[in-house]
């Protein structure tokens, strides 16, 4: 009887043994593919222009394969809207963008003309027009700094995601939609993501959006 | 000294001039999307529908011509007429009062981004101001907060040719009536990748004595647009690339003229000026007329076409009564983008739209800027079209004229890929187009 109940707890242990060491295995598994997958190192957001400024693609990539999550998205406004090399109207200039200081990325931004969720970019230039060089670009939403919506008028207001037609489009950034009157929550999504491959906060990150007229991003 | 006018321009050196677009079309000099101008000009007024002396908002819906653009090899039709104001052209020569003037460097946008001229002729044609870069080698290989390059300020002086630095670290160029030069400078004195540059608006006499700082708060960043009477227009460019229009006085004097607007052009008596702002609807833009000595507005309009809301930019012309406005028309959505220009009149505290001619006819076509009357009444403009190959792009840019009236366009090239050219704009006001 002893003999059986010492058996049965040795069988205990091992057991007990083998189930952590399978835990842990699981858990590096788990967590190896967000580690390699830092925003930057393969990771990135790939935008795409659209045929017009309110009907581009944000696609997100992983590890250099597409994740499967994709959303709409805009840039630029009016008809030069497709010319990178117009300022405060053309789509931001082609290739890849790195976060920038001093924001980086930053979830409660509290800008005159931006609040909320960001991603902020380096300078740029399209190639065809070299000296025309584009600041003060982000990746962002229509919201207030704490992700809300403020729509005082029946117009078009700055901090409100009201209408495709009216929202998508910008001077210059990429825009994302808000969960405001039934949009999908891209914003959030593309938030998720990005905590989700161990993007952070007010921390640089190289090569993390591609943006491209329709074809593949290369790597930098 | 002879004055420069837009006759003179086409006069005198106006061969001259025309041989170096011949040249240029031959020769090609390489690059790049169009530069793109800024604006400023004189203004006008016709009868019709337009808004109410009291400023309200009106909008109306005008005739639609459809423009078709014809290219044409070498030059333009003679009777089409040239802009007022030219482009740099074959080894930076240019016309100025009849006069040829060659620059010692290639003008080059600083960091105004296209929205105001980067060559720019005094009132009085005697000088040339230009902006272009030292040690500028792009922003490939930079890290933030390392220097790009150094924007400088030259000044050509036409009689003698002699052309010398006005102000290092500085650019936007902006010559009133009475020759006082705003400008910006940059506070680190170089273009820093990627970190914020701000700037001060200052005033200088021609001989660059008496330079007052106009502007105040050393975190802005500023763009000095063009002088409406003793007013100088200039721009803080806020995150987002978002505009806020401001006029200024003198030290530390200066008014809101728009949030979110951006100056289409100037009267000629610099009484007025024409602003587009994005409209408390979004997909239509308003056109609004300020006393830029108060701010008050003395007219405003969003107008209508069948093709949708017409878009209005910076860098349109105002002659006489009538005021010329690019880009197009659209609001991209229920109505596709279509570019194009309309004219529009101010008289007596109403603004009216007498026609809009649509040119959405050339494949590649991305771009419309800088639309420009010419001494007949035509309208020139910039085209940038990319063509597509299998594995590139070849960006080109185009001149064209278009007769208004039957929206017939000739268009010639004036940069073919690798080249950039450098917008001459007149943005003094007070007189100087009838």
Redesign the interface.
């Known amino acids: 009887m002893n003999l059986f109940i010492s058996r049965f707890r040795q069988s205990n242990v091992l057991a007990v043994l083998v189930l952590a060491v399978l835990v842990l295995v699981v858990a590096v598994l788990v967590a190896a593919p967000a580690a390699q997958a830092t925003p930057g190192n393969g990771t990135y957001m790939r935008y795409v222009h659209g045929s017009q400024p309110i009907n581009g693609g944000l696609y997100l990539y992983n590890n250099w394969s597409y994740s499967g999550i994709s959303m709409t998205a805009g840039s630029g406004t009016g008809p030069n809207w497709n010319n990178p090399c117009v300022y405060n109207e053309g789509h931001l200039p082609e290739g890849w963008y790195s976060t920038n200081a001093p924001y980086h990325h930053k979830n409660n931004l509290d800008n005159s003309e931006i609040k909320g969720r960001v991603w902020y970019l380096n300078d740029k230039a399209q190639p065809s027009c070299p000296t025309h060089i584009r600041t003060g670009l982000f990746v962002h939403t229509e919201e207030t700094k704490t992700m809300g919506q403020d729509c005082p008028t029946e117009g078009d207001d700055k901090f409100c995601w009201e209408s495709a037609a009216w929202d998508y489009r910008s001077a210059g950034c990429v825009k994302v939609s808000h969960p405001n009157n039934g949009f999908p929550d891209s914003i959030g999504v593309l938030d998720t993501w990005w905590s989700n491959q161990g993007g952070g906060h007010g921390v640089a990150y190289s090569n993390m959006l591609c943006v491209v007229h329709p074809g593949t991003c290369v790597g930098p | 000294m002879s004055r420069w006018t837009p006759e003179l321009a086409a006069e005198g050196e106006a061969m001259g001039f025309r041989r170096g677009w011949v040249l240029l079309v031959l020769v090609a000099v390489g690059?790049?999307?169009?530069?793109?101008p800024g604006l400023v000009g004189p203004y006008a007024e016709p009868p019709g529908a337009g808004s109410p002396p009291d400023g309200a908002a009106s909008s109306t819906t005008s005739r639609v011509t459809a423009g078709e653009i014809r290219i044409v090899e070498g030059v333009l039709a003679d009777d089409l007429g040239v802009a007022p104001a030219g482009f740099t052209v074959e080894e930076g020569a240019l016309s100025v009062g009849g006069r040829t003037v060659r620059l010692a460097h290639p003008p080059?946008?600083?960091?105004?981004?296209?929205?105001v001229p980067e060559v720019v002729p005094t009132f009085d044609g005697s000088a040339v101001y230009y902006t272009m870069?030292e040690s500028?080698e792009?922003?490939d290989g930079l890290e933030?907060g390392e220097i790009?390059g150094v924007p400088v300020i030259r000044r050509v002086e036409v009689a003698t040719g002699a052309d010398e630095v006005f102000r290092r670290g500085s650019y936007a160029a902006a010559v009133s009536v009475d020759g006082r030069v705003g400008y910006v400078e940059d506070l680190d004195g170089a273009?820093r990748?990627?970190?914020p540059?701000p700037t001060r608006v200052r005033v200088a006499l021609p001989d660059g004595s008496a330079d007052q700082v106009w502007s105040t708060g050393d975190d802005l960043r500023y763009v000095t647009v063009g002088w409406a009477g003793g007013a100088l227009l200039a721009y803080q460019?806020?995150?987002?690339?978002?505009?806020v229009t401001f006029a200024f006085y003198g030290p530390g004097e200066s008014r809101l003229l728009s949030d979110g607007g951006?100056v289409v052009a100037i009267s000629p008596d610099g009484s007025k000026a024409l602003l587009v702002e994005?409209?408390?609807?979004?997909?239509k833009?308003h056109f609004v007329v300020v006393d830029p000595t108060d701010g008050s507005v003395l007219a405003s309009a969003d107008f209508s076409t069948p093709l949708g809301p017409v878009?209005g930019?910076?860098a349109g012309d105002w002659v006489g009564d009538r005021i010329v406005v690019?880009?197009?028309?659209?609001?991209?959505?229920?109505y596709?983008?279509?570019?194009?220009f309309a004219i529009l009149t101010y008289r007596e505290g109403s603004l009216s739209l007498e026609r809009f001619v649509t040119l959405d006819e050339v494949s590649g076509m991305?771009?419309?800027?800088s639309p420009r009357f010419t001494p007949e009444g035509n309208v020139w403009l910039q085209v940038?079209v990319v063509m597509t190959g299998s594995d590139s792009?070849v960006?080109n840019c185009w001149e064209a004229v278009c007769d208004p009236e039957s929206g017939s366009c000739q268009a010639v090239t004036l940069a073919r890929?690798g080249g950039?050219f450098a917008p001459v704009v007149d943005n003094w006001s007070g007189g100087g187009r009838p």
């Open positions: 690059v790049a999307g169009c530069a793109v080059m946008d600083a960091l105004a981004g296209g929205l870069w500028w792009g922003l933030p790009g273009y990748y990627s970190v540059n460019v806020l995150e987002g690339e978002y505009p951006v994005p409209g408390a609807i979004a997909d833009t878009q930019t910076y690019g880009p197009g028309a659209g609001d991209g959505d229920r596709p983008y279509v570019f194009g991305v771009s419309l800027t940038t792009e960006w890929d950039e």
